[in-house]
């Protein structure tokens, strides 16, 4: 066992003694590995490596004795943004690409963004390893607090200013059907929670103990997870839920994005949504059921209500038993402004051409279709990169909208679905929810994959299917359990006709919300200030 027990210190060692621009590097690349656990790679057990090593890299640079406080509190911050700066960088790269769509425009901004966002996301993993390191011994219970520390540090990101909570760390189970299943119970932020927790406890193995008393800690972790992956593999064996009575044919066009705003393309475009709207039905499609046709995000290129003979047009192309609902621009005319203001919308459209029901988009991209400090970075020159040069207005409140039939849905623009917690107003109980998105910005790199998985993540937190259009993929239909039923692929042209699956009974985490793990987190890190506050070593 001492043989062993010599052997499994080797890794630890060689963290817990880095020191200087060694141990600085080593948090980044340790961050930067942990990014691989995200989608499209899934590879979750690399957690297993990444967050050990970032618990041995602070066991090794924090000094005890209440002298040190500051210097704890100034390394644990400089430890964990490096970590956080690795892992968003490594996660984030893809939205580069963006700033290639109109290279003239806006590819010198290119690397600044894909610096700028990682570093400043980088500020809350910084501030949650500098509070856990605040409070840090060499107990067992150091690895609750580091969990609860960047949980309250995931959730300060997903809400701060308009909130950007795009690949909490909770996200690196998610290429699991059976352990996501938890996020039912407990949402993004506990799977955040217990993936920080349970990745970690493999650090326990290093600790000055007896070599049984830190097995039982980890077998306890591993019992955990054992219990976790049981739930969700009972959650997946029960039969699924029966279809609804409403079938869905959603539309994906691929419409490249330097195509798609084009004014000699704009005819071009408009008689590809018209034609795959009519194409014969296929799949589980019935014939003279009630169907919900859905376009992707900003699909036409021009404004909706100021045709309308387009509006006539989409009414010949539904045909009396079907509607559309489509992502599209909308103005409106600004209170004493020169201009109008636009919204970046959700439209139901009946089978007459009528407009039934509008909603508009509340959670805003920065700098896509809005610039945050306006006056000051459009000086720089830093305007958004989507839509109107003055960017886009925001929507008043989340809204669930109705089909003909009855079904309410609640539509999701684009990024507005990687937004965990109560998604509708109060007493709102919407069947589905429908996301729209345009990825194409983005093109073949991880970013429509981590966008998919994410939006898949909601629907297993709130118990109810997903039907989601998005112009260049991944456009699906998803069941309340986050299985994926019907899907096209990125960059495939094509139509998915099913049928709408039922929603199950309201989750845990929908009736809850993040309030029981955020209290979780708060008093674990209360507990530990109150019982342990830099009075003894870390070697305890």
């Known amino acids: 066992m001492h043989w062993l027990s010599q052997r499994l210190s080797i890794l630890p060692n060689f963290f817990l003694l880095a020191w200087g621009w060694q141990r600085r590097m080593l948090c980044l690349l340790c961050g930067a590995l942990g990014a691989f656990a995200l989608p499209p790679y899934d590879f979750s057990p690399v957690l297993l490596l990444s967050f050990p090593c970032l618990v041995w890299l602070l066991d090794g640079a924090l000094e005890p004795g209440a002298d040190k406080l500051f210097d704890r509190l100034r390394t644990g911050f400089a430890l964990g943004w490096l970590f956080g700066f690795g892992y968003f960088l490594s996660g984030l790269w893809w939205i580069g690409a963006a700033f290639l769509v109109e290279a003239e425009r806006f590819a010198w901004l290119m690397p600044f963004a894909v610096l700028a966002m990682p570093a400043g996301l980088a500020l809350f993993t910084g501030l949650g390893v500098a509070l856990a390191a605040l409070l840090w011994t060499g107990e067992f219970r150091r690895i609750l607090l580091l969990a609860a520390c960047l949980t309250l540090a995931d959730w300060l990101r997903g809400h701060v200013l308009t909130g950007f909570p795009w690949n909490s760390f909770g996200m690196g189970i998610s290429g699991s059907q059976v352990l996501s299943q938890t996020a039912s119970l407990v949402g993004l932020y506990g799977l955040t929670f217990l993936t920080v927790a349970l990745a970690s406890a493999p650090a326990l193995l290093a600790d000055v103990r007896p070599y049984a008393v830190r097995l039982r800690a980890v077998l306890a972790a591993a019992g955990v997870v054992c219990a976790i992956a049981a739930y969700g593999a009972i959650r997946l064996w029960q039969p699924a839920p029966p279809a609804a009575d409403l079938d869905i044919r959603i539309v994906q066009p691929s419409i490249g994005q330097k195509d798609k705003w084009r004014p000699d393309m704009r005819d071009e475009i408009f008689r590809t949504f018209l034609d795959m709207t009519e194409a014969p039905l296929s799949g589980q499609a019935r014939v003279g059921q009630p169907r919900l046709v859905v376009w992707p995000e900003s699909a036409v290129p021009f404004l909706l209500t100021r045709e309308p003979g387009a509006l006539l047009r989409i009414g010949k192309a539904l045909g009396s038993s079907a509607e559309l609902v489509t992502g599209a621009v909308r103005a409106e005319a600004g209170a004493g402004d020169p201009g109008p203001d636009y ?72 990024y507005e679905a990687i937004f965990p917690g109560r998604l509708s107003g109060p007493g709102e109980s919407p069947a589905f929810l429908l996301n729209v998105t345009n990825d194409a910005w983005f093109g ?11 939006a898949r993540l909601r629907a297993i937190e709130t118990g109810l299917p997903m039907v989601r259009a998005a112009n260049t993929g991944i456009s699906a239909i998803v069941d309340p359990r986050g299985v994926v039923i019907e899907e096209l692929g990125v960059f495939e042209k094509g139509l998915i006709d099913g049928r709408l699956p039922q929603r199950l009974s309201s989750t845990l985490y929908r009736i809850l919300g993040d309030v029981p793990v955020i209290v979780v987190s708060i008093i674990l890190v209360v507990f530990t200030s109150a019982r342990r506050y830099n009075r003894v070593s870390r070697l305890d």
Not at 370 to 383: N, S
Not at 444 to 454: D, E, N, S, V, W
């Open 444 to 454: 073949r790199t991880p970013g429509p994959y981590q966008h998919f998985a994410q």
């Open 343 to 414: 919204y970046n919308s959700v439209y139901v459209i009946d089978g007459g051409g009528a407009v039934r029901g509008i909603y508009d988009k509340v959670r805003l991209v920065p700098f896509g279709e809005y610039v945050p400090f306006k006056p000051l970075l459009e000086t720089l020159g830093i305007t958004n990169l989507a839509g109107p040069l003055d960017g886009f207005e925001a929507g008043y409140q989340p809204r669930v909208l109705t089909t003909s039939g009855g079904v309410g849905f609640l539509p999701l623009i684009c």
